[in-house]
């Protein structure tokens, strides 16, 4: 497979990633506001910019970008914003009656839950950093981006693994089958570490 050939299967993939982010807010939005009716004019537009706008913008630009320069990290750091932001477990949660136990499915729906954001906002934060070449502007700034990869690694299974799980908005909380870490060290000292890591990462 030669390189062009290679670009351009890259290219297709990225526009039908962007495609499925505009599929998935055309279905999600609507559920959201059936589920939670915005109480003013105000909040629907939020709505509706956070759940469409803002996800169509990112994924868009995103295919963009990887359809003629497939190797510059921004265009992929813009389309993970773009997929973070349409992931659907608080919708499928909010239409799912309160379980007595955890199955492995609800374990997984509460998990992605619970950590979906770390992609999307460590995406947001590297984007100044690799633009416009998709690169640090030295190389001394390389470990940055390891660094906001290891943290939300760590996060991601640490939350996998604390001791109870439930939907982000805590409407409930079972006991998490594989879950030992104890919530009240996650609100505490994990939160100090990790704040001062993210400071790093932004700074």
Known sequence: ?????????????????????????????????????????????????????????????????INRQPGNRVGWLLLLVGLSGVIPTTAILGMMPEPVRITPGVWLLTSVDNWSWV???????????????????????????WLAVA?????????????????????WRLANPIGFIPVEWVNGPFLIVWGIGLVTVVG
Not at 37 to 53: E, M, N, Y
Not at 125 to 144: D, E, K, M, S, Y
């Open 1 to 65: 497979m030669t390189v062009t050939k290679r670009e351009n299967r890259t290219g297709v993939l990225a526009w039908l990633l962007a495609g499925l982010v505009a599929i998935v807010t055309l279905v999600q939005v609507p559920l959201t506001l059936q589920q939670s009716p915005p109480a003013t004019l105000g909040a629907l537009a939020g709505t509706i910019a956070w759940g469409v706008a803002i996800p169509w913008t990112y994924a868009f630009l995103a295919a963009l970008i």
């Open 119 to 145: 992609p999307l906002i460590f995406a947001i934060f590297l984007i100044p950093l690799n633009f416009p070449t998709g690169r640090p502007p030295t190389p001394r700034w390389r470990w940055v981006n």
């Open 151 to 171: 943290m939300a690694v760590f996060f991601i299974v640490l939350i996998s693994l604390v001791s109870t799980t439930g939907p982000a908005d805590e409407s």
